[in-house]
Every structure is written in structure tokens, then in C-alpha cells.
């Protein structure tokens, strides 16, 4: 339901997404899934505050997952969290105490080329590239870099040049998130090396970002020099 009609088809091929908003992955011992959610369950209702009714109030597709995590949100400090939720034909009802972590929400892109990026809250993946990308590392690769700017709260730059530095913390911040969250980082930089083959315009490219190789160089540099931290110490200054 957080897609356009038109988009869901696709979606539903890449995701399994039904029409009912749905819990793609569960955080490893995190509340929910100590208390038994799954991933793959439906959600029926939120704090007993039913899908369909939050569809009724606004049928705008791209808005109920923003009324979801609304709803979440609003659960009164110290209180559990209730979702009642269906699974393989059956309902029901788990409970638990909710814990306020990253807020960012990831959010599949149709219509786009291999491409990802960010609104300084949400983090946006193109189908084309989870299509592109072989395994779930190169996709974390992506989804890092994006994930790293809104960590670091990177608003407009003032110029170039802050805004290349901004690009180059992303890469190495990101593999850092990548290493806490269990990715292989080197695995994962085999995408960058297959989509530089396939670009045949990026000497064209926005000069914002340095050349894939040299951003390649530069990241393996940063892991094998960069004792593994969890969670990352920190957003490191810019680089002059």
C-alpha cells in the first residue's frame, strides 16, 4: 500500500510485498524479535488502530508508512508497543517494549536507473539496483554511503569542495556501518567495480564525487588502517 498501483506488481517481484504493509526484517535480538515477530508478517493494526482505517483517512499510497511510524512513535514512553499482525492464513497479537534507535527508513525507488540516495532523514534504493547488485553486501555498500549522510546530518554544501569532502566521509563512515552491521565491505566494493565497466559516461560525471577507483583505494584504505569500532566513535570532522 506505500506504492503507486502502478509500481506494486514490480515491487511485489523484487519484495514479496502484498497489499498489506508488511515487516521486511527484524533487528537480531532487538524487542520485536525476542517477542516473536517475524519477518514476512502482515500488520493488521498498530496500538489497535487498524490499517484500513489509516487508509481511509488518507488513500495517498506513499504516505502510510509515514502514518505508521507516526503511530509507533506515539506510544507513550514505558508502554508496549501492540501489533496485531497476520501469519501463513492466521492472526495474531504480539506486544513488546520498543526502543528509540536510528529512525531512517529505507524505501525501494521504481523509475530510476542503478542509483541510491538520501533526503537527510530516508535513504531511497532503486530497483535497478537491487537488481544490479549480487548479493546483500554490494547493496549495503550503497545503502551506507546514503545511511552515512544521515548520520552525519549533511545538509547543502557550500561549494564544491565541502560538498566532495561530505561524499568522501560518506564512503568511509559508511563502510564503517557496514562492518558494525556484519557486511563484508570488500565483497561488497565488487559492485563499484562491475558498475564503472558498464558506465560509459562517467568521466561526465558530477565532479562532487571522486572517480570510482580512487573512492574504491581510498575505502579499503580507511578498513585495513581503521581498527573496527562498534558503533562507529563518531561522525569524523570534514577533510579539508
Request: aromatic letters at 4%.
Amino acid at each position: 500500500m506505500a506504492y503507486a498501483m502502478q509500481d506494486r506488481p514490480l515491487v511485489r517481484d523484487l519484495t514479496g510485498l502484498g497489499d498489506l504493509p508488511q515487516v521486511i526484517a527484524v533487528a537480531p535480538e532487538s524487542p520485536a524479535q525476542v517477542a516473536g515477530i517475524r519477518p514476512g508478517d502482515d500488520i493488521l493494526s498498530v496500538n489497535a488502530t487498524p490499517v484500513s482505517e489509516i487508509v481511509a483517512k488518507d488513500p495517498e499510497a506513499g504516505s502510510l508508512a509515514d502514518h505508521l511510524e507516526e503511530l509507533l512513535a506515539a506510544t507513550p514512553e514505558g508502554e508496549d508497543i501492540t501489533l496485531e499482525l497476520e501469519r501463513g492464513g492466521h492472526t495474531l497479537t504480539i506486544s513488546f517494549r520498543g526502543e528509540q534507535l536510528c529512525a531512517t527508513r529505507f524505501i525501494l525507488k521504481t523509475g530510476k536507473g542503478v542509483t541510491a540516495y538520501s533526503d537527510g532523514q530516508n535513504v531511497a534504493l532503486s530497483a535497478k539496483l537491487v537488481d544490479f547488485a549480487q548479493n546483500a553486501d554490494e547493496l549495503a555498500v550503497f545503502a551506507s554511503h546514503e545511511l552515512a549522510h544521515v548520520v552525519a546530518r549533511d545538509g547543502k554544501a557550500k561549494g564544491l569542495r565541502e560538498r566532495r569532502a561530505m561524499e568522501d566521509r560518506a564512503d568511509t563512515l559508511g563502510a564503517d556501518l557496514m562492518r558494525c552491521a556484519g557486511y563484508n565491505v570488500e565483497r561488497g566494493l565488487e559492485i563499484w567495480h562491475r558498475y564503472n565497466q558498464r558506465d560509459i559516461l562517467r568521466w561526465l560525471r558530477d565532479p562532487s564525487h571522486r572517480n570510482i577507483p580512487e573512492r574504491v583505494r581510498r575505502i579499503e584504505a580507511h578498513i585495513a588502517s581503521t581498527p573496527e569500532t562498534c558503533p562507529p566513535p563518531g561522525v569524523p570532522e570534514l577533510e579539508d
